[in-house]
């Protein structure tokens, strides 16, 4: 028995959020206000639909331990993620809920010498945490950077973006992207990386995974460009988009 109804995203609304990202940021945020629905709310869910989907809850600091539990570097392949991101010295690149750094302090070492990783939170407790890892892992050129839930608050453009498993958990996905598009070079990069929603094998809880087809539907909301699915994780998938122009 499927236990999630499906809700149709009005084709009014689509049309609405089309080019977002090329907006002013106030003109934006209220285009986007048309471009959600609500409906029932899973134990899981905050009960608003962007595109169909229904926006997961997000996870607090105090769920920091399952970000460096031991055997995540079996179960996500930063290794595999990093040869995806073919980053190169003096790149300019944003974690984007980056939590404890798990991702950042590795793209710190890809883009040095000369490169910087911006991790931003919405959390300040998290960027505490982001902190204590940076130095530990004795690595200096991550920046923390307090975003807010609709903008990431990067502090220049970047050349990539990286989303790991936290774009499903936007409470407001079409204004956030819009301001991530913004905060992007022309040609620069998107990447999710999801749970693969497709996988009945892949033991995540249903909003905490994305389809491929659903992250591309989204994404035409925004001025990006689909480049490649990179399918070498063992559970989830990365998803790849361009900035236009």
């Excluded at 920091?64 to 980053?87: H, N, S, Y």
């Excluded at 190169?88 to 710190?108: E, I, N, Q």
């Excluded at 940076?134 to 920046?143: E, K, L």
């Excluded at 990447?191 to 994305?210: A, C, N, Q």
Aim: hydrophobic content about 40%; overall charge neutral; some cysteine.
């Amino acid at each position: 028995m499927n236990l999630f109804r499906r809700f149709r995203f009005p084709a009014a609304a689509i049309l609405c959020v089309l080019s977002l990202g090329n907006l002013p940021a106030a003109e934006a945020s209220k285009t986007a206000e048309s471009a959600y629905t609500t409906g029932v709310k899973t134990r899981d869910g905050l009960g608003k639909y962007y595109f169909g989907r229904e926006i997961a809850s997000y996870m607090t600091h105090e769920g920091a331990p399952w970000l460096d539990r031991p055997e995540r570097d079996q179960e996500e392949r930063p290794d595999l993620v990093l040869q995806a991101l073919q980053l190169k010295p003096g790149d300019l690149v944003a974690d984007v809920g980056c939590g404890t750094g798990y991702f950042s302090w590795r793209m710190a070492q890809a883009v040095a010498p000369g490169g910087v990783v911006y991790g931003e939170e919405i959390q300040p407790e998290m960027l505490d945490l982001l902190a204590g890892n940076m130095r530990a892992h004795q690595v200096t050129n991550v920046v923390g950077v307090l975003g807010s839930i609709s903008d990431p608050k990067l502090p220049q453009p970047v050349d990539l973006v990286l989303l790991v498993d936290v774009y499903h958990e936007f409470s407001e996905p079409a204004e956030m992207m819009a301001a991530i598009c913004r905060s992007l070079k022309p040609g620069g990069r998107v990447v999710f990386v999801e749970y693969r929603g497709e996988d009945p094998t892949v033991l995540i809880k249903p909003l905490h995974k994305m389809t491929e087809a659903q992250v591309k539907k989204e994404m035409t909301a925004q001025p990006l460009d689909y480049v490649e699915t990179v399918r070498t994780l063992p559970r989830q998938h990365v998803i790849i988009f361009r900035k236009r122009g």
